[in-house]
């Protein structure tokens, strides 16, 4: 059997984390949304054992290392599955970049998986599966606007954003958010007001959601990559309406109301940078 299931990449509006838990885990307050930047992850089961995850991005772990493999190995064992799985991912996410690609990817295997063997899995049931793959899974599995807290496994849906543009712009530098989360001091954190940006989502007022956007790791991150503030005040120079760093980063983000300021600016700014894209929220 067959399916294909698009696995979207993920901005934040809002990101917050007030403290780390006693196992390490991070407590994560966030407005998160999905964008139309998506991989696509063509998922196929038959007779026989084995998992054999394949990429159009050689460069990316195609074994045990990778998060679509995790999540069908797991889903496996727990329902006692044999039956072999192979999963082809089509990669136009840009990697290690904040945007949660192999989370999505994982999130997409989940999705397919419970169709394809009738697993009768809420949403709910797979988002909380998702968690013990990684704290993105479990908002991936909705993949629309929401407000994520806990450690990621509480996900409130949210209306989908107002009429607006993102402009994304991926430097060629790579972040490892485990190295960035470790050094976070909580005692020296500009927290972040989600909670206003959440009711600015609900009024669908597009002037308060940019004015309450924010993320209290992009200090810690633009510290250690240069690129990050160097790109937002490009963004700032060529008139976007807000702009700041998605996750743990590198990737920066540009907010427009209408297309033509989103493709002034991109058109300004791929000169510099080799990724950039406009895309809308879904």
Not at 2 to 12: F, P
Not at 133 to 155: E, F, H, R
Not at 172 to 178: C, D, E, G, L, M
Request: include cysteine.
């Amino acid at each position: 059997m067959r399916t294909v299931e698009k696995a979207c990449a993920k901005l934040n509006l809002g990101l917050d984390t007030p403290y780390r838990h006693k196992d390490g885990k991070i407590e994560w307050n966030m407005i998160m949304t999905s964008i139309e930047l998506s991989d696509y992850v063509e998922i196929v089961t038959e007779k026989g054992n084995g998992i054999s995850v394949h990429c159009n991005r050689v460069f990316l772990p195609q074994d045990h290392r990778n998060l679509a493999y995790q999540a069908a190995f797991l889903l496996k064992k727990k329902f006692g599955i044999q039956q072999k799985v192979d999963i082809h991912i089509r990669k136009n996410i840009p990697v290690a970049a904040g945007m949660g690609g192999g989370s999505s990817d994982a999130a997409a295997v989940i999705r397919g998986l419970n169709r394809l063997w009738d697993l009768h899995m809420t949403d709910q049931e797979m988002a909380t599966f998702g968690l013990q793959l990684d704290s993105d899974v479990p908002y991936c599995v909705y993949s629309q606007t929401a407000m994520v807290t806990g450690k990621g496994d509480n996900i409130e849906l949210m209306p989908k954003l107002p009429k607006m543009y993102f402009v994304i712009v991926k430097p060629k530098v790579s972040v490892s958010t485990p190295e960035i989360l470790n050094k976070i001091d909580y005692d020296k954190l500009e927290h972040v007001n989600v909670n206003e940006l959440a009711a600015a989502v609900e009024t669908q007022d597009y002037d308060q959601i940019v004015s309450h956007m924010g993320n209290v790791l992009e200090p810690l991150s633009s510290k250690h990559h240069s690129e990050i503030k160097k790109i937002k005040e490009k963004f700032e120079k060529y008139g976007a309406d807000s702009a700041q760093m998605s996750g743990t980063g590198p990737t920066v983000f540009g907010i427009c109301r209408t297309e033509n300021q989103a493709k002034h600016i991109f058109n300004s700014i791929r000169g510099f940078c080799s990724e950039v894209y406009i895309v809308r929220p879904v």
